[in-house]
């Protein structure tokens, strides 16, 4: 997806690793379902993005010295530039699955309370 391909550019292997593993885990069922996940995904692209460009140049300075600090500055801001760019792309991707997923007539929900915000009450 183009927001995996953004992440890539970030060069971050754990960020890359934890996306993956949040869109192997499911697909929203429902459009309340979608934009919680999208949600999620947006708020961890731009909390990554700042984390990055504050750890990357620590992280050179330790291992590389100077050279590395550069290096991690350099990555660390091309991370703050993808990184929130990829989770804007993840909120509506995962957004829309859960509105086709609704409008499909998908009737699995990944917990009660999302059956209950959905419906608009308790079932019994």
Known sequence: SFGSSLAALSMDTE?????HVSSLISEPQSMIGGVKSGTLDLV????????GVVQ???YGLQAQGVGGFVRGLGSG??????KPMAGVTDFFNKSAIGIRNSASGH???QTEEEKK???GHESS
Do not use: C, D, N, T
Request: hydrophobic residues 30%; charged residues 20%; proline residues 4%.
């Open 15 to 19: 960020y890359i690793e934890r996306r």
């Open 44 to 51: 961890g692209g731009f909390y990554g993005g700042v984390k």
């Open 56 to 58: 990357k140049p620590i």
């Open 77 to 82: 801001v091309v991370g703050l530039a993808v």
């Open 107 to 109: 009737q699995s929900y």
């Open 117 to 119: 915000e959905y419906h």
